[in-house]
């Protein structure tokens, strides 16, 4: 078996890519989903060493410190106590596993099959000890919006140096089941080449009296947590029958304890022995069914052929059980779309579905991608196919997009329904379609139902395009916006739904347009009983260039079910634009909200003089869809902190404005209807003179000519740290290299510190060896040079300067002390006032 690496791009030790053998041919094991992302070596190789980081610490109590995903092995598990862990309660999801539909008439693609095979995605969002509980101030994160393919999301990650059992976060769960998709945690037993201990596995299975102890905490931690089941990777050797017999028995265990599922990846045998079989056999069945239901599911290694899921499939059957709980796994970590797939072994033309399908590592499309809109672009061309229509996904190359073989599902399914297109990410957050917060952020905790069809328009003229702008938005940072030539009628389907009319049902759209005037757009809405054809409602004009509601009486329709939300444009223009930045269908008035009561602070650390985190706490109301925080400050307007649907949130920074010696905290419920609530408060008090020379580039928005990976971009050159790891830095490979940071206003400026590649833990040889720093006024001024470098080989420069400026641009001419074409910088730091 052949062994190839990723290129360690930018000097980071980048996830190495997993290689499997050709699903037709090699009949040789393939290299399994191993969780930290390592390579099993072929027969004769040496393994290198366990990439893992040691394991994060935890947040001691009473502190304010960034709450993670929880993570352990079998033994320190035994230990964990949702009273007693300071991090549990921020790792909550509130949001329960919402029931959805797939109607077969309005499937987009007329090659899909309804209600047979399934999806499964496997995704790593970060590293096992690195999944931050609630979202971050970064909007680079896998900010998945195609849902409606998906079933089941395994939150993978788990490694020998960090821990073997990882539960999922809560802003996945939350998204996840708002989408009606299923979510598990991981337990993974690594190969011994890489760290795995067999008697790791004998701690899993330990049993006292007649009870799993571990899997009394499996069961407790999902219900705790409030995920759905566990993904069991047992790829350690050196177990035998009565081992693989106990594994067995312990899921058993923990199903009747329940509720709590669990999917089977095909490595250990009944014998007890690691063999991958690529299919179910005789050898691996017994973990499916023994004859009693022993999983819910089995993840089939990537070496499958048609005539092993075909005896797969029959054996399923003669067993009771559906071949669709059998998901043949295909490996996309590495080449992405790009990747080898038999299609037709697993979704033949015009067949049923021979088996479900697991997806190792989708979230390629963010790893390898340059950037956000390179991001959504793969991410589209993966899922919907590459005419980003999921109605027409013909093409020449061999992957055709999932909406090729599976029908859109929809959690849309209950009142009220209110949608603001918001993916979960952006560089602003407005509320209301006020601007409440300037950086970048995610948080898929508030991540709204992504639109079920991306995208189908029909017309007879010129089509609209449809897409998610991060420009603008209503609620959160991103809105719909058509744009285009508009010379005939254009349909726009959005979604599917089952949502029942009554008399006092609304539906409520929230529109933006350039200049006052026609809107030339309607709401579409088709009924069940003719699910395809749309009626329209005139949205009418706009009277200016705000965000405008236009509330729409359903009661002549009272007693219909809606099937689909759409929308309309009919008439003409040269460029057509508008906004979406809501859609919401609901009964009577918008209800009112209870306030949250009892707001406390659970832990407060100062960053510095000038910043803090917090821990903060509160009883909710319980009709609340969510909870926004904010600070108030001194001149009495307000400021975003963040969002949960919990009763308690991390801020991740409060910052000290001016000499304010305390400030207080707000928070306030959000109904499902968005209506809100009157807000909690408490004060969070600031000591001593703050220094008046402040870092004024720290979390300001920074733009750059390019970065190597998503996850690398030029935030991460002005959010204040440097011992994130070596992707906490901007990396650019491009020939031109520059970063520039806005300021906000014209400052006085001190003095430029720059962090180089060994600041951040990297090779002295990546310092940036020659650059020179840039100031302006305003965007229309010209660049005066206020610093130049030449020669430079320390970690960390210092470059006093007195200037007064807005913008600063860092350029880069040569990058590094030798021939490495890489510049890596960890910070980018404007000292002044």
Not at 362 to 372: H, I, Q, V
Not at 407 to 418: D, H, L, Y
Not at 696 to 720: D, F, H, M, Y
Request: charged share 20%; aromatic share 10%; net charge neutral.
């Amino acid at each position: 078996m052949r062994r190839t690496l990723l290129p360690l791009l930018c000097g980071v030790l980048a996830a190495t890519a997993l290689v499997t053998h050709p699903a037709q041919a090699d009949p040789s094991p393939a290299v399994s989903p191993s969780a930290d992302s390592t390579v099993r070596p072929a027969p004769g190789e040496s393994a290198p060493a366990d990439p893992a980081p040691p394991a994060r610490r935890r947040a001691a109590a009473g502190s304010g410190d960034q709450p993670y995903a929880s993570y352990w092995h079998p033994n320190t598990i035994l230990d964990w106590n949702p009273a007693t862990d300071p991090d549990a309660r921020f790792n909550r999801s509130r949001v329960p596993l919402r029931p959805r539909v797939s109607d077969p008439a309005l499937k987009a693609n007329a090659n899909a099959r309804s209600a047979e095979g399934r999806v499964a995605s496997l995704v790593s969002f970060a590293p096992t000890s690195g999944n931050p509980s609630q979202g971050a101030l970064d909007p680079n994160y896998y900010a998945f919006t195609h849902w409606q393919y998906v079933d089941t999301l395994v939150f993978w990650g788990g490694s020998a140096g960090e821990g073997l059992i990882l539960a999922p976060n809560a802003t996945v769960i939350d998204a996840a089941h708002r989408n009606g998709v299923k979510v598990y945690g991981t337990v993974f037993f690594p190969p011994t080449a890489y760290g795995g201990q067999i008697q790791w596995v004998r701690d899993f299975v330990t049993k006292s009296g007649s009870t799993y102890p571990v899997a009394d905490k499996l069961v407790q931690v999902a219900q705790h947590y409030g995920f759905d089941g566990w993904f069991i990777n047992q790829e350690t050797a050196g177990g035998d029958a009565a081992l693989a017999t106990e594994l067995r028995s312990l899921m058993k265990y923990a199903r009747a304890k329940g509720p709590v599922e669990f999917m089977w990846y095909d490595a250990m045998t009944e014998s007890g022995s690691v063999s991958w079989q690529d299919a179910l056999t005789t050898a691996n069945d017994a973990f499916l069914s023994d004859p009693a239901r022993v999983s819910d599911s089995m993840f089939l290694d990537f070496g499958w052929t048609s005539a092993k899921l075909n005896s797969s499939r029959d054996l399923a059957r003669s067993l009771g059980r559906d071949e669709h709980e059998l998901y043949s796994g295909i490996d996309t970590e590495a080449n992405g779309y790009n990747t080898g797939v038999p299609w037709d072994a697993v979704f033949p033309a015009g067949q049923p579905h021979v088996t479900s399908l697991g997806i190792y590592r989708p979230e390629w499309t963010w790893k390898s991608s340059t950037g956000p809109a390179d991001f959504r672009a793969k991410d589209s061309r993966f899922w919907v196919g590459a005419n980003a229509d999921p109605s027409n996904t013909s093409t020449s190359s061999a992957w055709k997009g999932l909406a090729t073989y599976i029908a859109e599902s929809t959690p849309v399914t209950a009142k009220p329904f209110v949608t603001g297109f918001n993916t979960g990410h952006g560089d602003f957050y407005n509320v209301g379609g006020t601007r409440v917060r300037d950086g970048g952020w995610n948080n898929l905790s508030v991540q709204d139902v992504p639109p079920t069809y991306q995208w189908i328009v029909s017309s007879t003229g010129s089509k609209l395009t449809p897409s998610i702008d991060y420009g603008d938005a209503y609620e959160g940072g991103s809105s719909l916006r058509l744009t285009g030539r508009l010379d005939a009628a254009n349909t726009v389907r959005l979604y599917q739904t089952r949502l029942p009319v009554a008399a006092d049902t609304k539906l409520s759209v929230v529109v933006k347009t350039p200049a006052a005037g026609a809107t030339n757009l309607k709401a579409a809405v088709a009924f069940t009983d003719s699910p395809t054809s749309f009626t329209t409602i005139d949205l009418g004009a706009t009277g200016g260039t705000g965000w405008e509601r236009r509330t729409l009486d359903l009661s002549a329709y009272a007693g219909r079910t809606i099937a689909q939300l759409g929308l309309q444009a009919a008439g003409t223009a040269d460029s057509y634009d508008i906004r979406v930045g809501q859609l919401a269908v609901y009964d009577g008035a918008v209800d009112s909200v209870a306030a949250p009561t009892g707001m406390t602070v659970l832990g407060v650390t100062d960053v510095s003089a000038t910043r803090k985190s917090l821990r903060l706490s509160w009883t909710g109301a319980g009709q609340a869809h969510h909870y926004d925080v904010y600070r108030r400050n001194p001149d009495g307007t307000r400021a975003y902190l963040g969002a949960t649907p919990n009763d308690a949130y991390f801020v991740p920074r409060l910052d000290r404005s001016g000499t304010e010696s305390a400030t207080t905290i707000e928070v306030e419920a959000v109904g499902a209807e968005y209506g809100r609530s009157a807000a909690a408060t408490t004060t969070i008090s600031w000591s001593g003179t703050p220094p008046t020379d402040t870092n004024l580039a720290l979390n300001r928005p920074a733009t750059s000519s390019s970065q190597c990976n998503a996850n690398e971009g030029p935030a991460k050159a002005v959010n204040g740290t440097v011992n994130g790891g070596n992707t906490d830095k901007w990396c650019a490979l491009a020939a031109t290299k520059w970063l520039e940071v806005d300021l906000g206003s014209v400052k006085t400026l001190t003095r430029f510190v720059v962090k180089h590649a060994q600041a951040g833990g990297e090779s002295p040889s990546w310092n940036t060896r020659d650059f020179t720093i840039q100031v302006r006024a305003a965007a229309s001024d010209a660049w005066t040079t206020a610093v130049t470098v030449t020669g430079n080989t320390a970690a960390t420069t210092t470059h006093p300067v007195t200037a007064t400026a807005r913008y600063a641009r860092l350029t880069i001419t040569k990058p590094t002390q030798n021939a490495d074409p890489a510049a890596r910088v960890y910070e980018f730091e404007a000292w002044g006032s």
